[in-house]
């Protein structure tokens, strides 16, 4: 069976479609109720959700955790219980896993895979939590849906008339509006804005507030103070808000430390102190609508959505705001689920009745990369897709390495947000790319940038068409860096490389050997780093290994003042690179050989062979000839064209200066109308 979940603040709903009636319907809890309450209660030797779990929390027995929700996707949230820390993904396992057993017990029915309804305003942090909350529960989760959508879905997708509704969805602890257009046979979501900390429970709080406030001045202490009296409170208040959506007043009563305070709580007075609350989600709607370039009077009508919205300062509020009808349905704590559902049998089902619904959605945050701005002096979010974009939605764009650049790896951080400030966004991590064919030459890598259907963000990259291996890492704890220049950040931290040189050590290197050991001495001095090891082989008749790769520097100059001429025979007829590509095995970071001869080889055929055998396996190949050397032949052996040097004796320490300074540099190409991939050590950052 395939269910859709309300995952609630407050309370959470679970649904399916009954193909019968053509209808959703709430599946009851244990208790015979359709809303469970989305608290969870730690006791010593026992865990309790739901109705026991709010019960507890009255009593303020126990530890509680409730409106865990808010905390979906943030590293920094934990409940903590008798020795365990709990994440707010571990919440939602908890209570998901708790509605699944009960709707099973009372459906008789196995739930195989289920649509979960978020705030539309959740990033792709809380929506990837989500997912992982539910399939840690043993079941598929093929889609996301968002709040808004859904209660549309329940409400409006069997409309006929053509209209432009309002959804004002304000849950128990979120709060998001959303403008769809209805019409027969189609829900177009046109855009979305929210808040996932503005809810119910803000309302709630200001009702404890003005009660603990007058306790306060009567007896001197706050009950705010106590955890105990809190936890009552908390229920309590939520109760005293139902009292004031039916009655103009209600009788607050609080005890503590044996002193009793009964207050009086007015409607007015309670309206009076949440209006900036009101005023808030007032300035989301504004913004949205002008985004969407849509005037007031063109909402045909606003539809509730969210137990906050029995409240009657709210549909009064807006309708005085757009001057429309508000909708408000009895069972509105319950059209997410029950829309949920539908779009369960509408993305997994095969009742045609409901398939001939299309849904088109949007994402509420516009995607972006961390880039350097034009002038380099600091970072920024290039934005890749804008926010209310329709989703699915993906956009690739080329990114450059430079010439020179022999990186295996390129790292993009991505960003959600509307901000070009980085910090003003969330991080969501950072997505290391690797698998590219990079022989030093300069390199075109495609970079795709894409929201799926339930608003997730994915990375992708490709090398002409080909796709490149990317994996996702989290954001590092530390991310303040992204608020200095670039100049400032570790980003100029040296490639890891591991070098392999390969010496000609043939009769005709006899008079040149001082001037050999000179050049290799000065380019090993010259990539002496902590990121840097290097190899020596020799090469004549057979292939001789003078030094591992090791980054003992002293140990690598030894080893170059040990070549000998004749030492591996007087030809040419082997080649080094097979042995070098071995030596190069399970190295890490940017793998090099670099080869320097004066004569012609013996066997070329099995050396370009093992050249490509190299160039297979990302190994780059520089080519040092002089004297005798075959030009043709160094080209074809190098990785690149530019691989291939060809220089005398007397300049032979300025061709290794050359290479040298090849593999150290980590500059970007910049690239009239595409963006340039600049290489900062192994990190990639884009710039624009």
């Known amino acids: 069976m395939r269910v859709g979940i309300d995952l609630g603040t407050t309370y959470s709903a679970i649904a399916k479609y009954d193909r019968k009636s053509s209808k959703a319907v709430i599946i009851p809890n244990r208790f015979g109720k359709e809303l469970t309450p989305s608290v969870i209660c730690f006791l010593e030797n026992e865990t309790l959700i739901g109705e026991d779990a709010k019960d507890m929390q009255a009593g303020g027995a126990g530890v509680n955790a409730a409106s865990f929700k808010r905390g979906m996707g943030d590293p920094g949230f934990s409940v903590e219980a008798y020795g365990r820390a709990y994440s707010a993904e571990d919440l939602s396992t908890l209570l998901l896993r708790e509605l699944i057993k009960e709707a099973e017990e009372s459906s008789k029915e196995k739930i195989d895979e289920a649509v979960i309804a978020v705030p539309a305003y959740f990033n792709d942090l809380q929506r990837k939590s989500t997912i992982r909350a539910g399939e840690a529960c ?259 764009k080329p990114f450059a390495i430079k010439e020179g650049n022999i990186t295996d790896r390129v790292e ?117 780093d902590g990121s840097t090891r290097m190899a020596l082989i020799g090469f004549g008749d057979r292939v001789k290994v003078y030094q591992n790769l090791t980054g003992d520097w002293d140990r690598v100059r030894d080893a170059i003042g040990d070549l000998r001429v004749k030492d591996a025979g007087r030809g040419t007829d082997a080649s080094p690179l097979d042995a070098a590509r071995s030596l190069l095995s399970g190295a890490r970071g940017a793998k090099v050989i670099v080869v320097l001869t004066d004569g012609i080889w013996g066997n070329r055929d099995q050396a370009v062979e093992e050249a490509m055998e190299c160039r297979s396996e990302r190994i780059y190949i520089a080519a040092v000839g ?31 200066s050359t290479i040298a300074s090849t593999i150290c540099r980590s500059s970007g190409l910049r690239e009239r109308g595409a963006a340039g991939l600049v290489e900062h050590g192994n990190r990639g950052i884009l710039e624009r």
């Open 138 to 396: 043993g079941i598929r989760v093929p889609k996301i849906v968002n709040e808004p959508t859904a209660a549309a879905i329940a409400y409006g997708y069997r409309h006929s008339a053509d209209k432009t509704i309002l959804v004002y969805d304000l849950g128990g602890g979120t709060f998001d509006v959303t403008v769809v257009r209805v019409s027969e046979g189609l829900i177009d979501v046109l855009g979305t804005a929210g808040n996932h900390v503005l809810g119910g429970k803000d309302w709630d709080a200001v009702l404890m507030d003005c009660a603990c406030g007058r306790f306060s001045d009567e007896f001197g202490e706050d009950p705010r103070d106590d955890p105990t009296a809190t936890s009552e409170l908390i229920v309590s208040c939520e109760e005293y808000k139902k009292v004031l959506t039916k009655s103009d007043e209600a009788a607050v009563s609080i005890r503590l430390n044996g002193n009793t305070g009964r207050y009086t709580i007015t409607r007015k007075e309670f309206e009076m102190r949440t209006e900036h609350l009101l005023s808030a989600t007032k300035d989301v709607i504004a913004k949205l609508l002008d985004e969407l370039d849509i005037r007031p009077e063109e909402i045909s009508e606003v539809l509730l959505c969210g137990g906050s919205t029995r409240m009657p300062q709210v549909p009064e509020f807006l309708g005085k705001l757009l001057n429309r009808e508000v909708i408000a349905h009895t069972d509105t704590d319950l059209a997410v689920a029950r829309g949920a559902a539908i779009a369960a049998e509408l993305y997994c089902g095969s009742d045609t009745r409901v398939r001939d619904v299309v849904i088109s959605d949007v994402t509420a945050h516009s995607l972006g990369a961390l880039s350097v701005s034009p002038d380099g002096t600091r970072f920024v979010n290039e934005i890749m897709i804008e926010k209310n974009s329709k989703v699915p939605a993906t956009v690739t």
């Open 412 to 528: 993009v951080y991505t960003l959600q947000g509307e901000s070009p400030v980085p910090l003003d966004c969330v991080v969501l991590g950072k997505d290391v790319i690797t698998g590219f064919q990079n022989g030093g030459a300069g390199l075109i890598v495609d970079i795709g940038y894409s929201y799926d259907d339930s608003g997730v963000v994915h990375v992708t990259a490709a090398q002409n068409g080909s796709p490149l291996d990317v994996q996702h890492q989290d954001a590092p704890g530390d991310v303040s860096w992204m608020d200095g220049t670039p100049a400032e950040h570790a980003l100029h931290a040296p490639v890891s490389k591991s070098i392999v040189m390969c010496v000609d050590l043939s009769r005709s290197m006899s008079e040149s050997m001082d001037e050999v050991r000179d050049a290799l001495t000065d380019f090993a001095t010259r990539l002496a």
């Open 626 to 656: 002089f004297s005798w050397a075959d030009r043709s032949f160094l080209k074809q052996i190098a990785t690149v064209e530019e691989g291939a040097l060809f220089t005398t004796l007397n300049n032979l320490g300025a061709a290794f």
